[in-house]
């Protein structure tokens, strides 16, 4: 398949994204020790003392005094002195030689802003890279999704959708492989407003269930939506018709008409789309092929008839890309390899979901199935044909994965991956157990490999904290931190006990004191509250309470440096696809609004067109 002749966007090249990275290292190098800490230590291990020399009062008055919306405001002119800032004589003024001590509150705070993403300058503007591929093409437009998903999630899926498909208009493909595609509100729009083939992979059975009952759901009013849909079709043509001049009325009539005396044509569509889908075997493509180009000649039809339909009109249907989904579920995988056994009942399934859904509708399939490094997608798409990989928030290790198996497979030209839960990270250097296969989700690229680069678990949950949201006046939740704290203080001393593998939760929300807190926590941690009165509990909160600041200055500092260290995991990430051999393109893309979506940027990739 020929790429068509249109120039990619500019990219950076390997050696800069490996110098920024390196930049970023050596600022974090002396940074992390703040937020490898979890904020309770600074209560049981007297941490504050060691890391900070500022108190807790001055720390929070040289934040305030830069002001939130300062720290997320770009550099601009001020990046050329930031950037003269990091030689070794001025990296003693924000930490001490010695000591190791945060000395100077503000200058690591201009360090911070200068060492994310926003100033860096590495990433490519969202409109660059689709003005460059969509070239004179026009992109779809049409639904909204603000009527079926929250105000974040349709945010997410109207940009994410829009760009995927440029791309796999790009590359002349129509299948689209979503990764941790959970309750499958990107994979159903990707089909329903794009007219791509969708695989939605997840892990949990349960979403590919509500994914079931949601098709359940949809067949139950399928009629309802089709009557109501083709009512207001004709009642906003019939208005239009009244309006217009007399010469216009025969082309309102043609519009009106196709749709409106053939009843089956969304049918139709759907039929396409199955057929699409589902993989075909032996003679039975033979027997449809006419009724098959049939179809696809009224899709064509109906499709541009219904492109000139207005938004009120298309409103209408807006409920249906959510729930509009027939469930393909595979049996949960544990392991990166299928059995045999396994790969014959999945093509089995894959046969009867098309002989049991081929006159319904039906816009993609969900599949429940673990994806590892190792996954063969053959194994669990059984129609797998030239397509792109998808992943909005794909958490921990998954992220990373997606990336490999993008570059180990010639059938994936491209992919788009955004994402999150930085915390659950296998890290090489953190003396991990659980990958007993040598694959771990950082670092990725050989330069943080050669320097055995370590971020920690606790670093990593800085990463996913928000300094936009924060900058708007979404504050933290210091009082429950607090909570949470002393409770940490309360277990070690009374009980001894300074590792469980069970957890409170939110126990928080649902206490009205903090004698009530910790009530209901001893018995989630399965410890004996009736060693502990009440008159004690109080004791431990009078003795901690004037050091809450603390805690609010110690999550300030590790706000600041959250966007540092996602920068450092997003950068390993796109210097790995730099060492690749097959790829075209890539680069980092921010696609959402951080304030709404604060996992907001993704790694694009694209094959060579050797790879096609």
Same mark, same amino acid.
């Given at each position: 398949?020929?790429?068509p002749?249109r120039?990619?966007?500019?990219?950076?090249p390997?050696a800069?994204?490996?110098?920024?990275?390196?930049?970023?290292?050596?600022?974090?190098a002396?940074?992390?020790?703040?937020?490898?800490?979890?904020?309770?230590?600074?209560?049981?291990?007297?941490?504050w003392?060691?890391?900070?020399?500022?108190?807790?009062?001055?720390?929070?008055?040289a934040?305030?005094?830069a002001?939130?919306?300062?720290?997320?405001?770009?550099l601009?002119e001020?990046?050329?002195?930031a950037?003269a800032?990091?030689?070794?004589?001025?990296f003693s003024?924000?930490?001490?030689?010695?000591s190791k001590k945060?000395?100077?509150?503000?200058?690591?705070?201009l360090?911070?802003k200068?060492?994310?993403l926003?100033?860096?300058?590495?990433?490519?503007?969202?409109?660059?890279?689709?003005?460059?591929?969509?070239?004179?093409?026009?992109?779809?437009?049409?639904?909204?999704?603000?009527?079926?998903?929250?105000?974040?999630?349709s945010?997410?899926v109207?940009?994410?959708?829009e760009?995927?498909?440029t791309?796999?208009?790009?590359c002349g493909i129509?299948q689209?492989?979503d990764?941790?595609?959970?309750?499958?509100y990107? !994979?159903?729009?990707? !089909?329903?407003q794009?007219n791509?083939?969708?695989y939605?992979i997840?892990s949990?059975n349960?979403?590919?269930?509500?994914?079931?009952?949601?098709?359940r759901k949809?067949k139950?009013?399928w009629?309802a939506?089709?009557?109501?849909g083709?009512?207001?079709l004709k009642?906003?043509?019939?208005e239009?018709?009244?309006?217009?001049?007399?010469?216009?009325?025969s082309?309102?009539e043609?519009i009106n008409?196709?749709?409106?005396n053939n009843d089956s044509s969304?049918?139709?569509?759907d039929?396409?789309?199955?057929?699409?889908?589902?993989?075909s075997?032996?003679?039975?493509?033979?027997?449809?092929?006419t009724?098959?180009q049939?179809e696809?000649?009224?899709?064509a039809?109906?499709?541009?008839?219904e492109?000139?339909l207005?938004?009120?009109?298309?409103s209408?249907?807006?409920?249906?890309?959510?729930d509009a989904v027939?469930?393909f579920?595979?049996?949960?995988?544990?392991?990166?390899?299928?059995?045999?056994e396994?790969?014959t009942?999945?093509?089995?399934a894959?046969?009867?979901?098309?002989?049991?859904?081929?006159?319904? !509708?039906?816009l993609?399939?969900?599949?429940? !199935?673990?994806?590892?490094?190792?996954?063969?997608?053959?194994?669990i798409?059984?129609?797998?044909?030239d397509c792109?990989?998808?992943?909005?928030?794909?958490c921990?290790?998954?992220?990373?994965?997606?990336?490999?198996?993008?570059?180990?497979?010639p059938?994936?030209?491209a992919?788009c991956?955004v994402g999150?839960?930085?915390?659950?990270?296998?890290?090489?250097f953190?003396?991990?157990?659980?990958?007993?296969?040598n694959?771990?989700?950082?670092p990725?690229?050989?330069?943080?490999k050669?320097?055995?680069?370590?971020c920690?678990?606790?670093a990593r949950?800085?990463?996913?904290?928000?300094?936009?949201?924060?900058?708007?006046?979404?504050?933290?939740?210091?009082?429950s931190?607090?909570?949470?704290a002393?409770?940490?203080v309360i277990?070690?001393?009374?009980?001894?006990?300074?590792?469980?593998?069970?957890?409170?939760?939110?126990?928080?929300?649902?206490?009205?004191?903090?004698?009530?807190?910790?009530?209901k926590s001893?018995k989630?941690l399965?410890?004996?509250?009736?060693?502990?009165?009440?008159?004690?509990?109080?004791?431990?909160?009078e003795?901690?309470?004037?050091?809450?600041n603390?805690?609010?200055?110690?999550?300030?500092?590790?706000?600041?440096?959250?966007p540092?260290i996602?920068?450092?995991?997003?950068l390993?990430?796109?210097?790995?696809?730099?060492?690749?051999?097959n790829?075209?393109?890539?680069?980092?893309?921010?696609?959402?609004?951080?304030v709404?979506?604060?996992?907001?940027?993704?790694?694009?990739?694209?094959k060579?067109?050797?790879c096609?």
């Amino acid at each position: 398949m020929s790429r068509p002749p249109r120039a990619l966007p500019p990219q950076l090249p390997p050696a800069a994204a490996v110098g920024t990275l390196r930049r970023v290292a050596r600022f974090l190098a002396r940074a992390l020790p703040l937020c490898r800490a979890h904020t309770v230590e600074f209560y049981t291990r007297g941490l504050w003392e060691r890391l900070v020399a500022p108190r807790p009062a001055a720390v929070l008055e040289a934040l305030r005094a830069a002001g939130p919306l300062a720290l997320r405001r770009p550099l601009g002119e001020a990046s050329g002195a930031a950037a003269a800032l990091w030689d070794d004589d001025t990296f003693s003024n924000v930490f001490c030689e010695n000591s190791k001590k945060l000395i100077n509150v503000h200058l690591f705070a201009l360090a911070a802003k200068y060492y994310s993403l926003s100033n860096l300058g590495v990433c490519t503007p969202l409109e660059d890279i689709c003005e460059a591929l969509r070239g004179d093409n026009q992109g779809a437009t049409g639904i909204k999704t603000d009527e079926f998903m929250n105000n974040k999630k349709s945010h997410e899926v109207q940009v994410m959708s829009e760009l995927v498909d440029t791309i796999a208009n790009y590359c002349g493909i129509k299948q689209v492989i979503d990764i941790g595609s959970g309750k499958g509100y990107l !994979s159903s729009f990707l !089909s329903m407003q794009y007219n791509l083939k969708v695989y939605g992979i997840d892990s949990s059975n349960t979403n590919t269930n509500g994914a079931h009952e949601r098709n359940r759901k949809l067949k139950k009013h399928w009629k309802a939506y089709q009557s109501r849909g083709r009512a207001n079709l004709k009642s906003q043509r019939l208005e239009k018709a009244n309006d217009r001049p007399v010469e216009s009325e025969s082309k309102c009539e043609a519009i009106n008409e196709k749709p409106l005396n053939n009843d089956s044509s969304l049918q139709s569509q759907d039929q396409v789309t199955i057929q699409d889908l589902v993989p075909s075997r032996g003679r039975e493509i033979d027997a449809s092929e006419t009724s098959k180009q049939t179809e696809v000649d009224l899709v064509a039809r109906t499709q541009s008839d219904e492109s000139r339909l207005s938004e009120e009109v298309l409103s209408i249907l807006n409920v249906l890309p959510a729930d509009a989904v027939e469930v393909f579920s595979s049996s949960q995988c544990n392991r990166g390899e299928l059995c045999e056994e396994e790969k014959t009942q999945r093509k089995m399934a894959s046969l009867k979901a098309k002989a049991s859904t081929s006159s319904e !509708s039906n816009l993609y399939f969900p599949l429940t !199935s673990c994806i590892t490094a190792e996954t063969e997608l053959s194994d669990i798409i059984t129609d797998l044909e030239d397509c792109m990989m998808v992943g909005l928030h794909t958490c921990g290790d998954l992220a990373a994965n997606t990336l490999r198996i993008f570059t180990a497979k010639p059938e994936i030209k491209a992919v788009c991956s955004v994402g999150c839960c930085y915390h659950l990270l296998s890290e090489q250097f953190e003396n991990q157990e659980d990958c007993p296969e040598n694959v771990w989700g950082f670092p990725m690229c050989q330069y943080l490999k050669d320097k055995g680069w370590c971020c920690g678990r606790n670093a990593r949950m800085s990463a996913c904290l928000a300094l936009e949201r924060v900058a708007v006046g979404q504050m933290l939740p210091t009082e429950s931190l607090f909570y949470r704290a002393v409770l940490q203080v309360i277990i070690e001393e009374i009980y001894g006990v300074t590792k469980s593998d069970r957890h409170v939760g939110k126990t928080f929300s649902k206490s009205s004191s903090f004698i009530e807190y910790v009530r209901k926590s001893l018995k989630k941690l399965e410890l004996d509250d009736s060693k502990l009165p009440d008159s004690c509990v109080m004791d431990y909160y009078e003795k901690y309470k004037h050091r809450m600041n603390e805690l609010e200055a110690f999550n300030m500092l590790k706000v600041v440096l959250a966007p540092c260290i996602e920068v450092l995991i997003l950068l390993d990430r796109l210097c790995y696809l730099k060492e690749q051999d097959n790829i075209a393109w890539s680069g980092l893309v921010k696609l959402f609004d951080p304030v709404k979506s604060p996992r907001c940027y993704a790694v694009i990739a694209l094959k060579k067109q050797s790879c096609f």
